[in-house]
């Protein structure tokens, strides 16, 4: 590598996590670290060219207490961001890296996060070292790799990572002596990960730079905004026009079987769904035409497994299909017949538990005989589970994906888990009503994740475990960038959970594309909606349901909101909102005319 900046770097960390050796890594690298993996027992074969990897049982997914945002600004801090001052943590994480990565190699991942050509190319140079050959087998899949894109630049503008795994068994996961820090030091640039070698916690170009550093990024330079958002183009083969939505929904809530999404058979024949992204957006106006762009800058996938299945994400199943050279994690896996399963696969764990270890290595035929058939409690797989794949396995592609400049985008939608209150979709009149419903999205807490079953947790724009600086600024920032647009996108939210008594109102993935549908005819005009408190609510007869069958009183509970739970709401996000200082007064204002319109609806029969 020929940057100056780039060698200097790559020498002092070597020299200070203690390495016996670099690599510098490019895609020509990935048949023999596969063998060398292989070797090193590190992954297994799964039938027909893909691989299969089990991560240290504690270390299976990111970890929200341990990871930190730094900055020398004491303004930085916001209420969700975990800010720390630089200067106080940086000792701390340089000492547990202190020789740490002794005896290993430390692989050198020059990327990019973005199209060659992007107007954003700036933003997304970027260099991990990572003492963990997994890690590279994972880049290689989720980011473009190369050396040639570091040393297309000139001086030092790109983010520094470093990923140092540690020694997994020692880390007091969990406790008060907990040593695991994940910290970008945002106004650095600087990303220092130690202590897992799993997903977002150990993939840098993923969640710490596309996330939380281009956030930090596109707000300092005014420039952009990095979100946690899935992209697709809705092609109308009647019209030859495709139409392209944004949308922000908190983690592992279905991003990426919206992305992926095949339509029911009565809409196949005028519509289809091209995939960009399913969990990074980044957007910017152009002023050329003064519309907001969006592109995503990942070059992979890393889905949840749990419950992809041929009738969940039929595009999932073969994106990791055989010969994609997929990454399996944390599934369970059969060492005989080289096969793989997890929870929601097939109804049922295969009856025949010869060969089947679980997600954590342990031989189903050990359990007890009433427990190998696994179950709450019991699962095979872990809940994060995932699958990596190359975006070039996606069936349903763009052809726009490798557009430097990226797509249009004509709506931005936001959507949570809420089983009673949201309506199937809601359309909102303005920037302001749309920012606002994005800083008050929340979703409700399942019995699986943290806090009380059914609670609402608010996670702003979907971006609650990402954010870099305070709420505030980030709404200002928001309003000021879009604002810009002579034609900017509409804003919905959507929901697709609603259930009545424990039974979901709406099925749910593909019939998803129709409330989408409906949205792009009340963007251009061609239905009205029905104006209510909340936003615009399809009328019954405007939303396409042909070859779906859904009661009438189902339709109704899916259109239609109740304003004595929107005022419990409300209350909720009075006390949500207050929390945040410089929170921009186009927010508060959207606040108060959805509370008085609640009123006034409450008084009326
Ligand atoms: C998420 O948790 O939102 C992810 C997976 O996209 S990870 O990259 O591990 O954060
Ligand atoms: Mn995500």
Redesign the pocket.
């Known amino acids: 590598m020929k940057n100056r900046a780039v060698r200097a770097f790559v020498h002092h960390w070597a020299s200070h996590t203690g390495a016996a050796a670099v690599q510098v890594v490019s895609p020509a690298d990935e048949p023999r670290l596969i063998e060398e993996a292989l070797a090193a027992g590190e992954i297994q074969e799964v039938v027909d060219g893909r691989y299969y990897a089990r991560s240290f049982v504690k270390d299976t997914?990111?970890s929200e207490e341990r990871t930190f945002v730094a900055t020398g600004n004491p303004g930085d801090r916001g209420i969700y961001n975990n800010w720390v001052p630089s200067d106080q943590i940086r000792p701390k994480v340089e000492a547990l890296m202190k020789g740490a990565s002794a005896g290993k190699v430390m692989y050198v991942i020059p990327y990019f996060m973005a199209n060659p050509g992007s107007p954003l190319a700036k933003w997304a140079v970027g260099l991990e070292l990572t003492d963990n050959r997994l890690v590279v087998l994972h880049m290689l899949r989720m980011t473009r790799v190369g050396p040639e894109y570091l040393d297309a630049i000139e001086g030092d503008v790109f983010v520094r990572g470093v990923h140092v795994t540690g020694d997994l068994d020692q880390l007091n996961h969990g406790t008060p002596e907990d040593t695991r820090h994940f910290v970008t030091f945002a106004d650095e640039r600087l990303i220092l990960h130690f202590g897992s070698s799993?997903?977002?916690?150990a993939?840098l170009g993923?969640?710490a730079h596309g996330l939380r550093q281009a956030s930090y990024d596109g707000y300092a330079s005014g420039e952009f905004l990095a979100e946690?958002f899935m992209l697709i183009g809705i092609h109308d083969k009647q019209t030859g026009r495709t139409r392209y939505i944004a949308g922000g929904f908190p983690?592992?809530s279905g991003k990426t079987n919206l992305a992926m999404l095949v339509p029911p058979k009565a809409l196949a024949g005028r519509f289809e769904v091209t995939f960009l992204g399913d969990?990074i957006t980044w957007l910017y106006v152009d002023p050329a035409d003064g519309r907001l762009y969006g592109f995503n800058p990942e070059f992979g996938v890393?889905g949840v497994a749990k419950d992809t299945n041929e009738i969940t994400n039929p595009n999932a199943m073969k994106a990791v299909g055989p010969g994609s050279g997929s990454l399996l994690t944390n599934v369970a896996y059969n060492e005989v017949t080289k096969q793989v399963w997890w929870e929601g696969l097939t109804p049922k764990a295969p009856r025949d538990v010869a060969g089947w270890r679980d997600w954590k290595g342990e031989l189903i035929s050990d359990r007890p005989p009433e427990l190998q058939a696994g179950g709450p409690g019991h699962e095979w797989s872990h809940p994060?589970s995932?699958f990596t794949a190359r975006l070039a396995n996606v069936p349903n592609l763009s052809e726009e994906w490798s557009n430097p400049r990226g797509v249009p985008i004509d709506a931005i939608i936001f959507g949570g888990r809420v089983h009673d209150r949201e309506p199937l979709i809601r359309a909102l009149p303005s920037l302001a009503a749309g920012v606002y419903d994005g800083l008050t999205l929340g979703t409700e807490a399942t019995a699986a994740a943290e806090g009380k079953a059914g609670v609402m947790r608010y996670d702003p724009m979907s971006m609650r475990?990402?954010m870099s600086y305070a709420e505030g600024p980030y709404a200002s920032h928001w309003l000021d960038l879009i604002g810009r647009c002579r034609k900017p996108p509409v804003f919905a939210h959507v929901n697709w959970f609603q259930r009545d008594d424990g039974r979901y109102i709406w099925p749910g993935y593909a019939e998803n594309l129709r409330p989408l549908l409906w949205l792009l005819d009340l963007a251009e005009g061609k239905v009205k909606g029905v104006d209510t408190p909340v936003g615009v609510l399809p009328a019954a007869d405007e939303l396409n349901l042909s070859g779906l069958s859904l009661a009438p009183s189902d339709l109704e509970r899916l259109l239609s909101y109740d304003p004595a739970l929107w005022r419990e709401e409300a209350a909720r996000r009075q006390e949500h909102l207050a929390q945040f200082e410089e929170l921009p007064e186009e927010m508060w204002k959207a606040h108060r005319d959805l509370v008085a319109k609640l009123a006034r609806a409450a008084k009326s029969p």
């Open positions: 997914a990111r799993y997903g977002g916690n993939l993923k969640i946690q983690s592992a969990d890393f994060n995932r475990p990402f």
